[in-house]
């Protein structure tokens, strides 16, 4: 089974939602998402909010997950979903991949979308480039 790490710092927000389009869009593949050390207790109330405007995906049962050895070992692709100097470092043994995605928080309406599109781009190409990855 294909598995895609989606991390960053809190899990709270882009890697969440980047795991909500992931699972929407791809048709075998399996996604979890995980943070660094520093898990928030909860998913950003904003994140729900906004990916269910903007694309109809309810990720209101999601919730953060302690990043741990044992996923990295299992991901097929590992992919950090951070501000470069705030994020979560991960040994080079496992190769992560690294999305420039600035924090919604703070961010207007018009900004948030336009970041939220970007995001869900890159999630797509990522689906369909791994939907001809044979297991």
């Known amino acids: 089974m294909v598995i895609v790490l989606f991390i960053c710092k809190e899990n709270t927000y882009r890697s969440q939602i980047a795991e909500a389009l992931f699972n929407s869009v791809a048709k075998r593949n399996f996604a979890i998402s ?40 299992r991901a097929t692709r590992v992919i950090t979903i951070c501000d470069p100097n705030d994020c979560v470092l991960i040994p080079k043994e496992y190769k992560a991949e690294h999305w420039d995605i600035p924090k919604f928080e703070g961010m207007d309406e018009e900004a948030k979308l336009k970041n939220l599109e970007l995001l869900h781009a890159k999630v797509e190409a990522l689906a369909k480039e791994l939907e001809n990855i044979d297991e």
């Open 34 to 73: 995980a943070s660094g050390a520093e898990p928030a207790k909860e998913v950003s109330k904003d994140a729900i909010a906004l990916l269910k405007d903007a694309y109809g995906i309810d990720m209101s049962g999601q919730k953060p997950k302690m990043l741990t050895e044992e996923m990295l070992r």
